[in-house]
């Protein structure tokens, strides 16, 4: 199996070309499968693994798998990476468009550089805001639980999001939990993912979903837009409001893709 491993922000995901279905042909042994490919010590090691599909609706289509081997809802970083990864394997041009879980999205490639892509990507309007005392929950594609807390370098983001992920008011699904710590001109985030079920070094749309909550909170930035800061590295969010501030569109998730490494894996056929 030819891959090739990405990474968006230290969110990394391993990416194959399967327009031909020439991987996984038993459905039965793809979860295992995508979760040996992902394991960091017995395999090549991501945050999740992305097929690049065929699709009659846009340039391609985008599946994404958790590291667990589960069938993922829609991944901001992810989606990043595929377009970087369409453009260079030309499967697309600079401007594309590709089909995911939740609809299809535009991307646009800005500049690249070696490997390392900047990528402009389009996600879908955000309309499901429940908005609590302590929390506020947002859907960009994938359901964000947001905190907005102090110290967060110290916080313990595995236990406390964990607990959260967990909780029974976001069952049976399940939530993302993000931590968000605003300074005077960038947002700090933190992120326990469900699927990876532990914190990723960034989350696209758990930090498109940051963004909106601050917004929401009255923290603004110049330009209209929010830099964002994570643990592998730095994205920028901006979006229009539409009526009373409870819907989103024109969302966009600006930031690098970087091309990891590219392989053979050598698998017995199943």
């Known amino acids: 199996m030819d891959f090739v491993k990405y990474h968006g922000a230290g969110n990394d995901f391993i990416i194959i070309d399967n327009r031909n279905d020439n991987y996984f042909p038993k459905?039965?042994?793809k979860q295992k499968r995508i979760r040996e490919l992902c394991h960091r010590r017995f395999g090549i090691g991501a945050d999740g693994l992305i097929e690049l599909k065929s699709s009659t609706e846009a340039d391609?289509?985008?599946l994404y798998?958790?590291?667990d081997g589960s069938e993922g809802t829609m991944c901001g970083n992810g989606g990043?990476?595929?377009a970087a990864f369409a453009w260079q394997h030309m499967v697309a041009g600079k401007n594309m468009s590709f089909e995911a879980s939740d609809g299809i999205h535009k991307a646009n490639i800005l500049n690249t550089e070696n490997n390392i892509t900047s990528v402009d990507l389009q996600l879908g309007s955000v309309s499901k805001i429940k908005i609590e005392n302590e929390y506020i929950v947002?859907?960009?594609g994938s359901p964000h639980y947001i905190a907005f807390v102090e110290n967060i370098e110290s916080l313990d983001v595995y236990n406390e999001g964990r607990k959260i992920r967990y909780d029974e008011r976001f069952m049976p699904a399940g939530v993302n939990v993000n931590f968000v710590q605003s300074f005077k001109d960038h947002l700090f985030v933190r992120t326990f993912e469900r699927g990876v079920?532990?914190?990723t070094l960034s989350c696209g749309t758990g930090v498109t979903a940051a963004a909106i909550a601050a917004f929401l909170k009255g923290i603004k930035f110049e330009?209209?837009?929010y830099p964002v800061k994570t643990k592998g590295g730095e994205l920028s969010v901006r979006f229009n409001t539409v009526g009373k501030n409870l819907k989103f569109e024109n969302v966009w998730l600006t930031?690098?893709?970087v091309k990891v490494f590219e392989g053979v894996v050598l698998t017995k056929r199943s």
């Open 27 to 29: 459905k039965n042994v």
């Open 60 to 62: 391609f289509k985008m």
């Open 65 to 67: 798998y958790n590291s």
């Open 80 to 82: 990043r990476c595929i």
């Open 138 to 140: 947002i859907d960009t």
């Open 197 to 199: 079920e532990n914190e």
């Open 223 to 225: 330009k209209a837009q």
């Open 255 to 257: 930031g690098e893709a």
